[in-house]
């Protein structure tokens, strides 16, 4: 209704304004997840689970590889530039010192990590159930150094960001056995939903009010699945999709409930899956020139420690590239999903 979109421009308005004075729209931004949100907390683990490498990092500052599995900015990067933070929410594992750095929030998350804790177990990575840990220690680091009454305000004022999920199916479900020929698609979603059930309860019981969480993409067209599962197609892996799709129905439905059940929360999903397969099935009309390879190496499979100085092929523009690497989007896609998802999270500031 015409309104409601006056009323949305009204407060992008107003939250632009007051970036545009320096004051970011929220007191905090902490961050949990997997691969597509970690900006370096698997530096430092025994893990092949890696990006702290060139070409990783190419773009971002410096050119300096990071820890993100990106050749720039991460989405969340984006988010937190759209939220008026003038520098990046660091990885909690990275930091010597954990003192005044973490006032404007942290990130927690842990490539290969998802719902389902026998996920990151198989790549030692971090489970959620261990980011949240962290995330209680950083909230007695808060305390400690702004007092009770200021750290509870920047915690219930904060905005939290989860994004999990893909390598549970990604890299665990299809490719496990003792998972697929257990459960259907279906069933092992419903075990994850239960888990991110319980997730943002364990949160909101720590304070958390303010939680956006990202839907899966479309797994069926990352170029990694396309070349593993698209039986010599170059088309996006239809059942990978629906099982995505299933779950963000799930999801969905699953995070209404838990807002009306727990008071003063405001929970909104971030849709990245539509955006993302737009760009992949209609990458012209969005400025790219690629989507089914990625920019590093052959662009087929490679990600991770496959993805390094050495690999051949690799693009000399990333921009003209949906993806990065054959899992994750490259910096010019994350600046189009961050957009998107800039409305969508007006209602966490109102």
């Not at 545009?20 to 900006?39: C, E, N, R």
């Not at 999709?241 to 963000?248: C, E, L, Q």
């Not at 995070?255 to 059940?261: A, E, I």
Request: proline share 4%; with cysteine.
């Amino acid at each position: 209704m015409w309104y409601s979109s006056y009323f949305l421009t009204s407060l992008l308005l107003v939250a632009v304004f007051n970036v545009a004075k320096g004051q970011p729209l929220v007191p905090a931004l902490f961050i949990f997840g997997d691969s597509v949100v970690d900006v370096g907390n698997n530096n430092h683990l025994y893990t092949i689970v890696k990006s702290n490498f060139s070409p990783y990092g190419r773009d971002f500052k410096n050119h300096t590889p990071t820890g993100r599995f990106c050749n720039g900015k991460l989405a969340t990067d984006y988010t937190a530039e759209n939220l008026g933070f003038t520098t990046y929410q660091p990885a909690y594992l990275n930091l010597k010192v954990k003192g005044k750095n973490l006032l404007e929030g942290a990130n927690f998350a842990s490539a290969a990590s998802g719902y389902y804790d026998s996920t990151p177990k198989l790549y030692d990575a971090i489970p959620l159930s261990q980011q949240l840990e962290y995330y209680k220690e950083c909230q007695n680091i808060l305390v400690g150094i702004v007092g009770q009454s200021n750290a509870s305000s920047i915690i219930s004022g904060a905005i939290y960001v989860i994004s999990s999920g893909s390598s549970d199916f990604i890299q665990n479900y299809y490719l496990n056995p003792l998972l697929y020929e257990v459960y259907t698609a279906d069933q092992f979603s419903d075990i994850l939903i239960q888990n991110y059930a319980t997730f943002i309860q364990n949160l909101y019981g720590l304070g958390a009010r303010r939680i956006a969480v990202t839907t899966l993409s479309p797994l069926g067209c990352l170029p990694a699945a396309i070349t593993l599962y698209g039986s010599g197609s170059n088309q996006c892996v239809a059942k990978l999709n629906n099982d995505a799709v299933n779950f963000n129905k799930k999801l969905n439905t699953t995070s209404q409930s838990l807002q009306k059940s727990l008071s003063g929360l405001k929970l909104v999903i971030f849709d990245t899956y539509q955006p993302l397969y737009d760009l992949v099935t209609k990458p012209s009309e969005n400025g790219f020139s690629e989507a089914r390879k990625a920019c590093c190496g052959t662009g087929l499979l490679e990600t991770s420690i496959l993805c390094n100085q050495k690999s051949i092929g690799t693009c000399t523009n990333a921009s003209e590239y949906v993806f990065w690497d054959s899992f994750h989007p490259s910096e010019a896609a994350n600046k189009i999903l961050a957009d998107n998802l800039l409305l969508a999270g007006i209602s966490l500031i109102s």
